[in-house]
């Protein structure tokens, strides 16, 4: 085939133990997931009915890389998620047909630009300048499923500059994996390559130009980075 310009590279992720690359499709996020974090951010949360959102998957900085500050923003903030790779396609699940569709685990963290996602929640407007700008997905390398599975007493946590910020177990996710990956199912068709982002504890705050972050989703991946 013949293209009008050269096609675009696939972004791509590190595998723990590998010199293999998970290739990326589409990178889907649950917001609300945390009952605490809801809290902070002046919302409630509906069991019944988990609030999604996407990002590019363009959006994910892989390897380390330094993330920009990004444009158009004075708040960027941080928030520490684990993040769930699939490695087979489904759709309209159930809870207890989505865990085989997973392929590996990491850690994550879904940048925001708060101040606009301010302005588009008071204006009822969607979110998606605020979430999917470019550089906002840094994520660590993947750990296979079948190497070691995350539990409810999993640590996930996250340190700016050796502070501590954020911290919580999974167990604390008002809806756990097999319930977001069935509900995503009823809305698109998953397919090998996509990527979830299950959520952020409290403790979101401001990232300036010169942070270091360290995340950690315990026994299974670490992503360490720089703003600047």
Known sequence: ?????????????????????????RVFCIGRNYAEHAREMGASVDKSAPMFFCKPADAVV????????????NDLHHEVEMVV?????????????ASALIWGYGVGLDLTRRDLQAQAKAKSHPWDVAKAFDHSAPVSALR???????????????RVNGELRQQTRLGEMVHGVPEIIAALSQLFELKAGDLIFTGTPAGVAALQRGDHFEAELQGIANLGGRIV
């Open 85 to 97: 790779a699939l490695g087979s396609a489904g759709r309209d699940l159930a809870p207890e047909q």
């Open 1 to 25: 085939m013949n293209h009008a310009l050269a096609p675009h590279a696939l972004p791509s992720l590190p595998i723990i133990g590998s010199d293999q690359r998970f290739p990326i499709r």
């Open 62 to 73: 892989s390897d380390g890389a330094d993330v920009p500050y990004p444009q158009a923003t």
């Open 144 to 158: 296979p499923a079948n190497e070691a599975t995350p539990g409810p007493d999993t640590l996930l946590q996250l």
